[in-house]
């Protein structure tokens, strides 16, 4: 493996009791393909992140294998794209680096991951003559693939849980290579910090926070006696034109963006939403991640066919900004085009949940 183009980053910690600090930065010329060339990938599922990896991995020459329960709705997507597909027994006793079959573990295989949960919360206990790996890619799959088609590339984190091989990391490298992380950077981790953050990310700000936040505002306005429709756009529609400012050059440059007055009233009203008090609650929402409080609860939802989960989804479609944003959103040019995607994507997000 070269390492001519490897960079190391310096974060400032503001937790004097962290190790962090140092994060190495691996990119396409840090990767040798041979580690993965001679080998078998067998993609289990055919969701947001399978097809955007089976796809990816088996236009960069790697030999892939789809495995799919009978009767699932995705087999037939899998192999219109050209790709081999079995179900997930037959796949992974024919593959050398794969995700979810234990009784087909050969002593030197990789078990490889797209996210941390199950290793980090005992969920799947590997044999210890494995490799156990992770290349997460921090992009929905839909764009893990246009990126990949587009000779561009989607960052993605690597972690190594179990190196029992002694190139796990080899490995892992020239398969962040393969789907297109290389080509941006991939960020090395472990499973501990990359699930933990993610699942507090995803709770407290990016679905949980966000959506929250939004009806808020929006139910605000409302009550106060303006329309649904100014409401909605204020709230809702122009969070993406702002998070995108903040996407391509962070906090500074979206203010840099904004008028002044849009500056001034952030700067000088924004914490009095999010006080203190919205810290100690994201504090207590990082407790339940860390202490394992939150995987309890979701684990039991799962065995339970997750009828919280469906209740509360449920309650989420029923909220008045959503039928007002279906309306407002039939305005835009490029509603029939997304509508078509969302179809598309909601099909994919089915064949994770089952």
């Known amino acids: 493996m070269t390492n001519g183009n490897t960079t190391t980053t310096t974060t400032t910690d503001t937790n004097p009791d962290s190790d962090a600090g140092n994060a190495t930065i691996y990119y396409d010329e840090d990767a040798d393909t041979t580690h993965i060339a001679d080998k078998t990938v067998a993609v289990l599922g055919y969701g947001s992140q399978g097809h955007a990896h089976a796809q990816n991995l088996a236009e960069s020459g790697v030999d892939v294998i789809v495995g799919l329960r009978e009767g699932s709705a995705s087999r037939s997507a899998a192999e219109d794209d050209g790709l081999e597909v079995k179900t997930p027994r037959e796949a992974a006793a024919e593959a050398s680096v794969y995700g979810a079959i234990r009784e087909e573990l050969e002593p ?67 398969y962040a290579q393969a789907i297109g992380c290389a080509r941006a950077g991939v960020v090395e981790t472990t499973f501990q910090e990359e699930t933990e953050t993610d699942l507090f990310g995803e709770q407290a700000v990016l679905c949980g926070g966000i959506a929250e936040l939004i009806k808020a505002g929006y ?3 409302v009550d106060a006696g303006y329309s649904p429709e100014m409401a909605y756009f ?25 008028s002044d007055t849009a ?21 207590e929402v990082l407790a339940d991640v860390q202490n394992g409080q939150f995987a309890r609860e979701w684990i039991t939802e799962n065995q339970a066919n997750r009828p919280t989960y469906r209740q509360l989804r449920q309650g ?28 598309e994507d909601e099909s994919e997000r089915e064949e994770v949940r089952a």
């Open 108 to 174: 030197e295989n990789t078990l490889q991951f797209a996210h941390g949960f199950n290793i980090h919360y005992g969920q799947i206990r590997p044999p210890e003559d494995v490799d156990v790996t992770m290349i997460a890619p921090k992009s929905p799959g839909h764009l893990v693939r246009r990126n990949y088609e587009n000779r561009e590339g989607t960052p993605g984190l690597l972690a190594i849980y179990q190196d029992a091989s002694g190139e796990a990391t080899e490995e892992a490298l020239a």
């Open 316 to 343: 989420e479609k029923a909220h008045e900004i959503e039928a007002v944003g279906e309306r407002l959103r039939g305005l835009f040019a490029w509603a029939e085009a997304e509508g078509e995607d969302e179809d």
């Open 234 to 258: 204020e709230c809702l529609n122009e969070m993406k034109l702002i998070v995108d400012l903040m996407y391509e050059g962070g906090i500074g440059a979206m203010y840099d963006s904004v």
């Open 219 to 221: 139910e605000t306005l």
């Open 263 to 283: 500056e001034y009233g952030g700067l000088t009203r924004g914490r009095a939403v999010v006080d203190d008090h919205a810290r100690e609650n994201m504090e």
